[in-house]
């Protein structure tokens, strides 16, 4: 395939694309009308724009693993903003994300993740931390599907970073399986320190098969959550 030139204005036509479901948003809360099917039908129709626009060549492999009627804490790695609307596309909308609280400040799309359900964690402040895993782990036993980078960051490189625990601890408490998800390509549209966007890029996502808790919570604690984590990590790293 030839290659692309990088375009700001695809990058510009995704901002736009975002502050398009943002706003309303924003405005549903300021009037208290904000609910779950407005927000899923925006990020629906976000996440097929964007991916749209970018014209990505998508291919999905192990859709088998997402099975029927089951809620999943999704984890995938992360090298891309475009990973959020690769997902959200072909997992379907009724998926939320855990994310850095960093992100909540940005004007209108911070408030708007907020009132669409998103989750904020503050690493550095454990009590607050805490807090939003107990979110988290209400909005899985609302039945919808709860998604964490357990990089918790984009990685520069493309090579997995170490992973943070606390998704971990949530699959355990929580009783929930795991369905780990490699993302490959976005990086080639859109590297995390990038500006401009590459149109036409291959991208494959993986659903790998699903990683159960039972097992390991017949373990000592940290000794179960540490071999989740290291399976989970495995699972990953086979699909990249």
Same mark, same amino acid.
């Given at each position: 395939?030839?290659?692309?030139?990088?375009?700001?204005?695809?990058?510009?036509?995704?901002?736009?694309?975002?502050?398009?479901?943002?706003?309303?948003?924003?405005?549903d809360?300021?009037?208290?009308?904000?609910?779950?099917?407005?927000?899923?039908?925006?990020?629906?129709?976000?996440?097929?724009?964007?991916?749209?626009?970018?014209?990505?060549?998508?291919?999905?492999?192990?859709?088998?693993?997402?099975?029927?009627?089951?809620?999943?804490?999704?984890?995938?790695?992360?090298?891309?903003?475009?990973?959020?609307?690769?997902?959200?596309?072909?997992?379907?909308?009724?998926?939320?994300?855990?994310?850095?609280?960093?992100?909540? /400040?940005?004007?209108?799309?911070?408030?708007?993740?907020? +009132? #669409?359900?998103?989750?904020?964690?503050? !690493?550095?402040? %454990? *009590?607050r931390?805490?807090?939003?895993?107990?979110?988290?782990?209400?909005?899985?036993?609302?039945?919808?599907?709860?998604?964490?980078?357990?990089?918790?960051?984009?990685?520069?490189?493309?090579?997995?970073?170490?992973?943070?625990?606390?998704?971990?601890?949530?699959?355990?408490?929580?009783?929930?399986?795991?369905?780990?998800?490699?993302?490959?390509?976005?990086?080639?549209?859109?590297?995390?320190?990038?500006?401009?966007?590459?149109?036409?890029?291959?991208? /494959?996502?993986?659903?790998?098969?699903?990683?159960?808790? +039972? #097992?390991?919570?017949?373990?000592?604690? !940290?000794?179960? %959550? *540490?071999?989740?984590?290291?399976?989970?990590?495995?699972?990953?790293a086979?699909?990249?």
């Amino acid at each position: 395939m030839a290659a692309q030139r990088k375009s700001l204005r695809l990058s510009l036509a995704g901002a736009y694309e975002t502050l398009a479901i943002s706003v309303p948003t924003v405005l549903d809360g300021l009037r208290g009308r904000t609910t779950k099917g407005d927000c899923d039908e925006r990020l629906d129709r976000w996440s097929r724009r964007i991916v749209g626009r970018s014209r990505m060549h998508l291919e999905v492999v192990g859709q088998e693993n997402l099975g029927r009627g089951e809620t999943f804490l999704v984890m995938s790695n992360h090298q891309s903003h475009y990973d959020i609307p690769v997902l959200f596309h072909v997992m379907g909308p009724n998926l939320r994300m855990i994310t850095k609280t960093e992100l909540f /400040r940005i004007p209108v799309w911070g408030p708007a993740m907020r +009132e #669409a359900g998103f989750i904020a964690i503050d !690493r550095s402040n %454990r *009590e607050r931390a805490l807090q939003s895993l107990a979110v988290a782990k209400e909005r899985l036993a609302q039945g919808v599907h709860i998604w964490i980078a357990p990089e918790g960051t984009r990685s520069r490189t493309g090579e997995l970073l170490p992973f943070k625990k606390g998704g971990f601890a949530l699959s355990l408490e929580a009783g929930l399986p795991i369905l780990p998800v490699a993302i490959k390509g976005t990086r080639d549209v859109l590297p995390a320190d990038g500006v401009r966007s590459v149109p036409g890029a291959e991208v /494959r996502v993986t659903f790998l098969p699903q990683v159960r808790p +039972e #097992a390991y919570a017949t373990l000592a604690p !940290r000794a179960g %959550r *540490e071999q989740l984590m290291t399976d989970v990590r495995r699972a990953i790293a086979s699909g990249l």
